[in-house]
């Protein structure tokens, strides 16, 4: 077997077993197709493994999507996979690959899969994960405002509203540099337009660069929906310490989202930054010093939920320049040493800004008020 697997798993009494896998692939193999093979080898060995496990959600990031999605579709559909929430970005993992994969899995749960959504259900609530959103109308403004409308729809079908469901969306912008200004303002035209504003919430959100799977999109969506949630289940973290509030500079996102539950907190950390509570970037031309601030700042959101570093489950990092993948993975490899991650090429939406991340925690918290997840 020439891939490897990083796993975090969380497990109640009461509730179901989550478990967030990273796959890599050794990078001395040659060809896209062998790399790929491996890892769906690894994948198929892991749902062995977990033979209870329902998968609710996939992301492989490509090194070169335009030339390897349709080969990666093939596959699937070649092994007769339920497709389900199969997300597919080229974003290269920087180990010098070809491809990794994220897999989000559970136990205990009734799940459906259907094309780019799963569907799963426990103890009152629905969780619904859709990827692959786009369009390829006009520009980013154009594109951003359909796919939103469209996810609109979609959660409208089955009796959910964005601002009310909604718990987190990830936009995949082609040349971020270009197209994220259009991005962000139909996002903005669109929140407002369901109700969301300054005065209400947002939703947790990465907006990074990475190539669609349509050569004429120029961003894709994926999203995370929850029904049977009360209001006073979602709770938003600022760490006003370290973090300004994002519409300050004109964007519509959440620093992240705490979610409670009978058995179990899950904490879910938009793409964060080197940044400080002004707003302003820090520590400019030193990635370094940037994915220590970084790091500050995730802990400090997760202090506000109630986690530490300890309690992450999976993280991606985007790097803008992949000369500073080797001094970052030795840094990351220090201060997250059993947490699932990998490191991807990935522009962040403002040039000075050198690196990203985005993240999970799950920590043990006891609710009687809430059905456990």
């Not at 989550?18 to 892991?46: C, P, S, W």
Request: glycine share 8%; proline share 3%; hydrophobic share 40%.
């Amino acid at each position: 077997m020439r891939a490897w697997a990083e796993t975090a798993t969380f497990a109640s009494a009461q509730g179901a077993t989550e478990r967030h896998i990273i796959l890599h692939v050794h990078n001395d193999l040659e060809g896209f197709g062998k790399q790929m093979e491996q890892i769906q080898k690894a994948y198929t060995l892991l749902l062995g493994k977990y033979g209870d496990a329902k998968v609710i959600m996939r992301r492989y990031l490509l090194s070169d999507i335009d030339n390897q999605a349709s080969i990666l579709r093939a596959q699937l559909q070649h092994e007769g996979t339920d497709m389900g929430a199969v997300s597919m970005i080229g974003q290269p993992p920087l180990d010098g690959t070809k491809i990794a994969l994220w897999v989000y899995m559970t136990e205990g749960m009734e799940v459906s899969y259907s094309k780019d959504l799963t569907t799963a259900s426990h103890n009152g609530y629905c969780h619904n994960w859709s990827t692959n959103l786009q369009s390829t109308a006009g520009g980013s403004f154009a594109q951003t405002r359909e796919i939103l409308e469209g996810y609109e729809a979609q959660l409208h079908h089955t009796g959910l509203n964005l601002a009310d469901n909604c718990l987190r969306t990830w936009l995949f912008i082609r040349d971020v540099d270009t197209n994220y200004k259009g991005m962000v303002e139909a996002r903005c035209n669109n929140f407002t337009l369901q109700g969301l504003t300054p005065d209400t919430h947002y939703v947790a959100s990465t907006g990074i660069g990475g190539q669609p799977i349509l050569t004429q999109s120029l961003v894709q969506m994926d999203a995370y929906a929850a029904q049977g949630l009360r209001p006073e289940q979602q709770r938003y973290l600022y760490a006003p310490t370290h973090l300004n509030p994002t519409y300050q500079y004109g964007v519509t996102f959440e620093r992240g989202t705490a979610i409670q539950y009978g058995d179990r907190r899950h904490l879910l950390i938009s793409g964060t930054a080197s940044i400080n509570n002004r707003g302003e970037t820090i520590n400019i031309g030193d990635v370094r010093a940037q994915a220590e601030r970084m790091i500050e700042n995730v802990e400090a959101l997760f202090k506000e939920g109630g986690a530490t570093l300890d309690d992450m489950v999976q993280s991606i990092v985007y790097l803008r320049d992949v000369a500073d993948y080797h001094l970052v993975n030795r840094y990351l490899a220090e201060r997250l040493p059993a947490t699932p991650r990998v490191i991807t090429l990935a522009p962040v939406c403002r040039p000075a800004w050198l690196i990203e991340m985005e993240c999970i925690a799950i920590i043990p918290a006891s609710d009687a008020n809430y059905n456990n997840f």
